[in-house]
């Protein structure tokens, strides 16, 4: 069983988490769970932020979601396949 996982890296989150929202709306049907951190151990709101996803459907679909974030200035977004054994 293949599994897909996107993590999204985004730097000055006040500025550009609107527009990541926006790209992620528009593909939403691709995300079956997402899960947003932000902040440190000794930060109360960095401007850091760090999302996982999961992700479903078909790989070029996908593939354009992550070239979607990563022409967003401060965002960088990582596609990853992983095999899991049944």
């Not at 079956?32 to 932000?38: A, E, Q, S, V, Y």
């Not at 679909?61 to 990853?80: D, H, P, T, W």
């Amino acid at each position: 069983m293949t599994k897909t996982v996107m993590v999204v890296l985004i730097s000055h989150r006040h500025d550009a988490a609107a527009k990541v929202q926006a790209v992620l709306t528009g593909w939403g049907c691709l995300i079956k769970t997402r899960l947003g951190i932000h902040g440190g151990v000794q930060e109360d709101c960095s401007e850091n932020g760090l999302l996982f996803l999961d992700l479903v459907g078909d790989n070029e679909k996908l593939c354009e979601l992550e070239r979607k974030l990563n022409v967003l200035q401060g965002v960088s977004a990582r596609k990853m396949d992983l095999e899991l054994e049944e």
